[in-house]
């Protein structure tokens, strides 16, 4: 870290004051960009502070000096760049945005699609809609809101459209579109998207981002269960371990380990208590984890570790049904290998196939088994992994 990062961090005002008055007025790149590449390693105070430190230097004469600094994206700094722009916005400026807009890189468009949320221009429409999609996934979610505060609904009814796809990226693509455009009526639509999606934990780790966990679960228990369990998941594999804050996770485990069990909830505690004991045993995970998401995941492997497992699996096992939400949980952890083994006639043959591979790893599988699980799918591409196990 350079002196003058070091300055500009640092609660010295002195030195800070300086440093951020340089920074604005000579439009020093080199140091923003430093300042922007430290992003993991700054706590959130500290860039909250930087950035109220370079808001305060900003001013009618040298706003403009911004427009260099967003080949740098940050979000930490997006509000304090963006909002200062739109300041002091004129005719002039909103033009040259539109410019960068379809011209610029990826992390330029990122504040553009946060700038024309603030001004709202018409010509920007294109523009966002065109970005909406892409790959940065900063772009394509300030696209998606910012569509929404226009009030452009064309899109919102395409991205409906598109989770009836039956390629699961474009469903999945429409899914973070819905979520960032912010209109709650769209959860219902994805929540039933999930339930037959292969990728049903990358939905999972949008959908709070949309309507939270506890919100979910009052509308629907057996949703709400539904969208945590695939949140746990997806922990450490498709979703980030500090992503436990955003999911209030702690929070919501609590509340189901005081209220009254039923099968559902077996399932997703049971999943929870083995998904934090892979997580704190193995370096792997935690190791680029800051303190406090290291600190929190072993708060809740705590709190689990409390929990009367016995009562969990008694309940478990009713959640072997091909119709369940939570019977691949169950199929993980049972040792019930009669109810297994029911499973083998389901209609459903992806059930069928992972049960049959339950009974592998218990040591118990027969040639009866294989025959009962090859009859009941038609799948080819199914059939053939039977014949192989």
Do not use: H
């Not at 912010?182 to 959860?187: C, E, L, T």
């Not at 016995?310 to 091909?322: I, M, P």
């Amino acid at each position: 870290m350079s002196d003058n990062l070091k300055k500009l961090t640092g609660k010295n005002p002195q030195d800070f004051e300086s440093v951020a008055y340089s920074l604005i007025n000579n439009s020093d790149e080199e140091l923003f960009s430093e300042l922007v590449s430290k992003e993991d390693f700054l706590f959130d105070f500290v860039k909250q502070n930087v950035s109220e430190r370079l808001a305060k230097v900003c001013n009618e004469t040298n706003y403009l000096n911004l427009l260099n600094f967003l080949k740098y994206y940050s979000p930490s700094y997006e509000e304090f760049i963006v909002s200062t722009l739109v300041r002091y916005a004129d005719e002039d400026l909103t033009d040259k945005m539109l410019e960068i807009f379809e011209n610029g890189t990826d992390d330029e468009k990122v504040y553009c699609a946060k700038f024309f949320s603030y001004i709202q221009d018409p010509l920007a429409i294109d523009l966002l809609k065109q970005y909406a999609y892409s790959d940065n996934l900063y772009l394509s979610s300030n696209c998606a809101s910012t569509l929404s505060v226009l009030g452009e609904t064309s899109s919102y009814e395409q991205a409906l459209e598109m989770l009836a796809s039956d390629d699961e990226f474009t469903r999945l693509d429409g899914v973070k579109f819905l979520v960032s455009y912010g209109k709650k009526d769209a959860v219902d639509e994805i929540i039933n998207v999930m339930k037959k999606s292969s990728m049903a934990e990358n939905m999972a780790g949008d959908v709070p981002y949309l309507l939270d966990v506890f919100s979910l679960y009052s509308k629907n228990r057996t949703d709400g269960l539904f969208v945590a369990n695939m949140i746990i998941n997806g922990l450490g594999e498709i979703l980030g371990l500090s992503q436990v804050f955003d999911f209030q996770l702690y929070d919501f485990l609590d509340k189901l380990i005081k209220e009254p069990k039923n099968s559902e909830v077996a399932a997703v505690l049971i999943n929870a208590i083995d998904k934090f004991e892979t997580l704190t045993e193995n370096d792997e995970y935690l190791f680029d984890e800051s303190k406090d998401t290291k600190q929190e995941i072993l708060e809740i492997k705590k709190l689990l570790v409390c929990v009367n497992q016995g009562e969990l699996f008694d309940l478990l096992d009713l959640e072997l049904k091909a119709e369940s939400l939570f019977v691949y949980t169950a199929l993980e952890f049972t040792e019930n290998e009669q109810k297994v083994r029911d499973l083998l006639t389901s209609n459903n043959p992806t059930v069928v196939l992972k049960s049959l591979e339950v009974l592998k790893q218990m040591e118990s599988i027969t040639q009866e088994d294989k025959k009962l699980a090859y009859d009941s799918v038609n799948d080819e591409n199914i059939k053939s992994i039977i014949l192989a196990i």
